[in-house]
C-alpha cells in the first residue's frame, strides 16, 4: 500500500477554540440558512446503496459482543465521564491539514494534539482515502480515544463503488468508526447512504460522548430512512445536543418518521432540517416535538424547505406555546403565502413565545403579512433579531408605511433589524426614522440595495443617528450606490457630529467596503474626515467624533482612494479609550512635525493647565512641548523666594488675563 494516506484532513482543537458554522449562522450578511442552500451541495453522485458482499453480512456489522470488546480496548467502557454529562456542546472549529504518514504514526500513538480528522472518497486530489488499507489501519481511528470530532465525504461523481475491492475498503472504514467511543461530532456528506447506519449502529449506540450528528447532501430511500430512525434510537438519550439534516432528499413520511424520533433526545438544543422535495406535512410532526414540555431545542433551522400554508400555521401554533425556543429560521420557504405568515405571526404576539431571533429572509410576505408582524411586535418584549430582507417584491411601498406605521414600541427588545432588498420607497424613510428613533435598543440596521430610496431619502434617514434614543452601532446601506452621493454623506457627516454610537457606516458596493462608491466625490469624504477630527482647534478635535471606527473594509480594501487623515482617524477610533483619542488626535495635529501652536494652552483654566500639560505630554513628545512651554511662558516657572511666598498667584493670573 502507498504511504499516501489519501484525502484525509485533521486539525488540532485543543489550541483552537469557536463554533463551525454548519447550519449557516453568522455568515456574511446576516443571512442566516443561505449557507444551508449553497453548502449542501445538491449532488448527482453515482448510486452507492452500501451493500457489500457476503462477508458484510458475514462480519460487516459489529456485533453487541464486539462492542463490549471495542468498549474494554478503547478504555472507557462505552461511558462518557461525569465531567461531560452535563457540558454544553459546541461544535468543533478546526482548520483541517493534510494527514500524511506522520500524522498516522500519530494518530496510533493516540496523540491528544489530533482530535479532528476529514475523510474524503473523491479520486481527484493526490491523496486519496481509497488507497488507504483501512482494514489494516482502521484502528487508527476505531481505538483512539482522543479523537473528537469526523468527517467522512463523498465527494463528487468521481468515486466508481462498483469496483469490490473499493467498496470492501469503505465499508472496513465504517467498521472502524463503528468501534470508536471518543468522537462528540460526527459529520456524513454522501450522496447515497445506502447501508452505512446498519454498519455504524454500534458507534451510535455505544459512543455515549456522541453530542452532534449532520448528514449533508444525502438522499435518505425507505430502507436507509429506516435505518437511520433506528440508529437514533440506539443513541444515549440525553447524549445528543445537536443533529443537522441539510439538502437531504427524502419523501413526506420518511422526513416525519426522523422527527417523531427526535422526540426522545430530552437534551437536544440546535436542529437543522432542510429537505428538498418535500411538502410540508411533516411539520405536524415537528410542531409535537415542539410542544413537548420535555422538548430543549434553543435553535431551529428550517431554511429551504417546501413548507406550504399548513406547516407555517402548525408552527406558528406550537411556538404559541413553547418557552424554550429562542432562534428560527424559516428563510426560503416561498411556498408559504401572506395567510399562513398572518396565522404564524401571531405567536409573536403570545407572552408564551420565547423567540429572540427570527429569520423569514427570502419569503412571500405579502402586505397582510408584513402588517401582521408589525402589530405582533407592538407588545413584543423579546425578539432581538428580525430579518425581512428580500421579500421577492410580494410587499408594497404601501405595506412598509403601513409596517413602520405600526412598528413603535418604547419597551421593544429588537436589536438588529433587516430591510435589505425590498420595496421602501424615499417616501417611507421618515417613517423608518420615527418608528426606529422610539425603539431604544436598535443596534444594528441593514438597508442594503433598497433602489427606490433616492438621496433625498437618505438624507431624511440621517436624522436618525440625531435622534436622542439611537444607540444604532452598524448601518448597512451597500449596492445603493446610485443614490449615495456627496450630499447623502455630508448629511451623515452632520449628524456623525454628535453622535457617540456608530460605528460602522457601509456605502459601498455589496462587499461593504466604504470607499467602493464612486458617486463619492473627496468632496463627501473630507466631510466626513472633518467629523472625525476638525482641525481648526483644539477644543474642535477634542469634540470630533471618536466612535465612527469602520465601514466594514479590512486595511488592504481600497485604503489608498481614501483621504490619508479619513483613514487615520477610523484607525485612532478602534481604540476603546476615548480620551486616549482624542489625545492621539490632538498630538498629530496641533504638537508634531515642529507645528506647536502654545497659544491654544494659554487659553485653557491656570488650575487645570498642568493636567493638560501632563495628559498631552504623556509620550515621548512630552519633553518638545515642555521645553516650547517653557520658553513660551518663563513666568510660569520663577520660583525665586519672594514669588513662592506671595507673588505666584498674581503672576498666573495676570498671565492668564494677557492671554
Request: charge should be negative; charged fraction near 25%; glycine fraction near 8%.
Amino acid at each position: 500500500m502507498e504511504n499516501a494516506i489519501g484525502n484525509v484532513l485533521v486539525g488540532d482543537t485543543a489550541e483552537r477554540g469557536g463554533r463551525a458554522d454548519a447550519a449557516g449562522e453568522g455568515v456574511s450578511e446576516d443571512e442566516r440558512g443561505e449557507a444551508v442552500d449553497s453548502d449542501c451541495d445538491e449532488s448527482d453522485d453515482d448510486d452507492f446503496n452500501g451493500e457489500v458482499t457476503s462477508d458484510h453480512e458475514h462480519d460487516g456489522d459489529v456485533s453487541e459482543r464486539g462492542d463490549d470488546c471495542a468498549d474494554e480496548a478503547n478504555g472507557n467502557d462505552g461511558e462518557e465521564s461525569d465531567d461531560d454529562e452535563e457540558e454544553d456542546y459546541e461544535d468543533s472549529d478546526s482548520e483541517w491539514f493534510e494527514f500524511d504518514e506522520e500524522t498516522l504514526l500519530q494518530m496510533k500513538r493516540n496523540d491528544p494534539n489530533v482530535t479532528s480528522a476529514e475523510v474524503r472518497f473523491d479520486d481527484v486530489d493526490d491523496y486519496n482515502a481509497f488507497d488507504v488499507d483501512w482494514e489494516r489501519e482502521g484502528d487508527c481511528i476505531g481505538k483512539n480515544t482522543h479523537l473528537k470530532s469526523l468527517i467522512m465525504a463523498m465527494m463528487g461523481t468521481h468515486y466508481n463503488m462498483d469496483d469490490e475491492d473499493r467498496r470492501a475498503n469503505v465499508v472496513a472504514f465504517y467498521r472502524a468508526v463503528a468501534r470508536n467511543r471518543s468522537i462528540r461530532h460526527i459529520s456524513m456528506r454522501h450522496g447515497h447512504i445506502g447501508d452505512m447506519f446498519e454498519i455504524l449502529s454500534p458507534f451510535f449506540g455505544h459512543n455515549h460522548n456522541l453530542r452532534g450528528v449532520d448528514i449533508w447532501g444525502s438522499d435518505l430511500d425507505e430502507r436507509s430512512t429506516r435505518l437511520l430512525v433506528s440508529a437514533l434510537s440506539r443513541c444515549k438519550t440525553t447524549s445528543l445536543r445537536t443533529i443537522k439534516l441539510c439538502s437531504t432528499q427524502i419523501d413526506n413520511e420518511g422526513a416525519a418518521k426522523i422527527v417523531n424520533a427526535l422526540a426522545v433526545h430530552n437534551n437536544l438544543k440546535e436542529v437543522t432540517l432542510c429537505f428538498r422535495n418535500t411538502v410540508g406535512d411533516w411539520c405536524t410532526a415537528l410542531a409535537q416535538l415542539l410542544l413537548n414540555p420535555m422538548s430543549k431545542i434553543e435553535d431551529l433551522i428550517l431554511g429551504y424547505n417546501h413548507l406550504m400554508d399548513e406547516g407555517a400555521i402548525a408552527l406558528g401554533n406550537a411556538l404559541a406555546n413553547n418557552s424554550t425556543l429562542k432562534k428560527l429560521s424559516l428563510n426560503g420557504n416561498v411556498s408559504v403565502t401572506s395567510t399562513g405568515w398572518v396565522a404564524f405571526s401571531s405567536c409573536l404576539a403570545n407572552h408564551n413565545s420565547s423567540l429572540e431571533v427570527l429569520n423569514l429572509r427570502g419569503n412571500n410576505i405579502g402586505d397582510d403579512g408584513v402588517t401582521a408582524f408589525a402589530n405582533a411586535l407592538v407588545n413584543n418584549t423579546k425578539l432581538t433579531d428580525l430579518d425581512l430582507s428580500h421579500t421577492q417584491g410580494s410587499v408594497s411601498s404601501v405595506g412598509w408605511r403601513t409596517f413602520f406605521n405600526l412598528l413603535r414600541n418604547p419597551n421593544s427588545a429588537l436589536e438588529n433589524l433587516h430591510l435589505s432588498a425590498n420595496n421602501i420607497i424615499d417616501g417611507s424613510v421618515a417613517l423608518v426614522v420615527d418608528a426606529l428613533g422610539s425603539i431604544s435598543s436598535l443596534k444594528y440596521l441593514d438597508l442594503r440595495s433598497n433602489h427606490s430610496i433616492i438621496a433625498s431619502g437618505w438624507m431624511t434617514l440621517s436624522n436618525l443617528l440625531r435622534h436622542p434614543n439611537c444607540i444604532l452601532e452598524e448601518l448597512h446601506l451597500e449596492d445603493n450606490d446610485d443614490s449615495i452621493n456627496d450630499e447623502v454623506v455630508i448629511a451623515f457627516a452632520n449628524s456623525l457630529a454628535n453622535n457617540i454610537s456608530l460605528k460602522a457606516l457601509c456605502l459601498g458596493d455589496y462587499s461593504g467596503i466604504i470607499g467602493d462608491n464612486t458617486n463619492i466625490t473627496p468632496r463627501g469624504w473630507s466631510a466626513l474626515a472633518n467629523t472625525l477630527c476638525n482641525k481648526s482647534s483644539i477644543d474642535s478635535i477634542y469634540a470630533s467624533n471618536h466612535t465612527l471606527q469602520t465601514g466594514s473594509f479590512s486595511e488592504s480594501d481600497l485604503l489608498i482612494d481614501l483621504p490619508s487623515d479619513f483613514v487615520s482617524s477610523l484607525q485612532l477610533n478602534q481604540n476603546n479609550n476615548k480620551f486616549e483619542v482624542a489625545r492621539e488626535k490632538i498630538l498629530q495635529h496641533h504638537f508634531c512635525n515642529g507645528d506647536i501652536n502654545i497659544q491654544e494652552l494659554l487659553e485653557i483654566e491656570l488650575q487645570v493647565m498642568c493636567h493638560a500639560i501632563a495628559w498631552i505630554g504623556r509620550d515621548g513628545t512630552g519633553f518638545p512641548l515642555l521645553y516650547h512651554l517653557v520658553r513660551s511662558m518663563p513666568a510660569l516657572f520663577d520660583f525665586d523666594s519672594q514669588g513662592k511666598a506671595n507673588g505666584t498667584g498674581a503672576k498666573r493670573q495676570r498671565i492668564c488675563e494677557k492671554g
